[in-house]
């Protein structure tokens, strides 16, 4: 199927949608923040990152000059106004301000730590049974890769899935807004991108273990196995509408869970 | 509140969390289109445009070449596979695929006329009471401002708002998606800018007509007053987390409804 030309019978009406942009382009603009250990891509629309890129090395996790007690959740002033999550937002709102990039993660340096504080590394998690449960042993997990890995890199986001409603068998997206006004999105689920690898001599040699995970933003049954959560690297493309791995070679790639244990201890 | 500068730390640990986008860069991408009459942005999340933007003029509007019979709908191929809306995503889903470039907009060829039929461009609207009814009246309105303006720009697009949830007191985002798996998200909500200029001699006297609406996508009544849709541009801009008319000199904007009778005959 060609593209349908019509350039020369818009010409002879002289017609330039395009020249609206001496206006302001309207975006959307991906709010793309560099935070050295982690890069951030805010969403206007959902007062949420779309995705948070973390690396972690055996070092890095090893070295302890930051201290949480010392970090304090802060709005990210380089968002514009209108479009920023507030603190405001979160307040009484029943859900944890959630890291995405976790804290421990930049325990390396107080900066560092403080800068995993900005609410563009932040969304509302269900606490109890979630982001202090069984969310925060899967980081724990993910910590404990770069024993077996020398550079661990992690994406981390929100979703926004659809459920089938029962009652009229459609899929439906159903999702909280908090804030007064609603402000702030609250995520159906989470993922996480994990992409390890080891250095070697010859880059013939050169593989990739990678695993993606997807788990509801709800209380998750301890016992429950960390394998139930992982998916297909295409299936978290088609619900995140990212692009992932796009560039590294199928062959490359190895299976992180046949390397290593994927379970919570 | 200054930035939390900590790129000498992040560089002691050799952290490069960037590095991974030698694997591509996951996006998100915005799928810009121009098609001349008009230009669209594509969001590969809720295969729905975010937006599209026509020009129209009295003179586009009175030439007729094309006819709508000579039209079908098509699937976007410039979309890569995995992001792209279907029309077996349509397919017995009970919603019209609504143009946001109205067909009706692009009679002066049949080119112009054929891409406005790119499922880019679509959107599920409810058929009966708006898609076939006052949405189309509102569309006949747009082209009829071309009687008092030379120059017309309309941005259109789809919305996802939250309502009160009566029950829990909650603000909720709910939509239906369609498909089989499920592709396609059904909006909650459309928009209109609509940005009227004319000719003037003297660039001081320049003056830009606006207004904005949003709508449900839901039957209305044809007679609900227009202007009960008329909306403020920052809460547009809000509820897109679109810059709309950013770089516009707040004083060479009139209100369009009050230069024109904003009402659907
Ligand atoms: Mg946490
Ligand atoms: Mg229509």
């Not at 999105?185 to 080891?198: D, R, S």
Request: with cysteine.
């Amino acid at each position: 199927l060609k593209d349908i030309n019509n350039v020369e019978d818009a010409k002879l009406v002289k017609l330039n949608p395009k020249e609206m942009f001496k206006y302001g382009f309207p975006g959307p603009m991906h709010d793309f923040e560099d935070r050295y250990q982690y890069v951030s891509c805010y969403n206007r629309q959902t007062r949420n990152p779309y995705w948070v890129l973390e690396h972690i090395t055996p070092e890095s996790l090893k070295m302890r000059n930051g201290d949480r007690k010392g970090s304090f959740f802060r709005e990210d002033e380089n968002i514009p106004e209108m479009f920023r999550a507030k603190l405001q937002d979160y307040f009484r709102s029943g859900y944890d301000r959630g890291h995405q990039v976790p804290a421990a993660d930049a325990k390396f340096s107080q900066n560092s730590m403080d800068s995993t504080f900005y609410l563009t590394n932040i969304s509302p998690q269900v606490g109890q049974g979630f982001n202090r449960d069984y969310w925060a042993h899967f980081e724990y997990f993910c910590r404990g890769l770069t024993k077996k890995y020398n550079n661990v890199k992690i994406m981390t986001g929100p979703l926004y899935l659809p459920k089938k409603d029962e009652k009229d068998g459609k899929f439906k997206v159903i999702y909280e807004v908090i804030g007064n006004p609603p402000n702030v999105a609250v995520p159906t689920h989470f993922f996480k991108l994990v992409v390890a690898e080891n250095p070697t001599e010859n880059p013939k040699e050169e593989k990739v273990s990678v695993a993606a995970f997807v788990m509801p933003n709800a209380p998750i049954s301890n016992e429950t196995p960390l394998t139930d959560f992982e998916v297909p690297i295409n299936a978290l493309e088609r619900s995140t509408g990212l692009e992932l791995l796009s560039k590294l070679p199928k062959n490359k790639i190895t299976p992180l869970c046949k390397e290593v244990k994927c379970q919570l201890v």
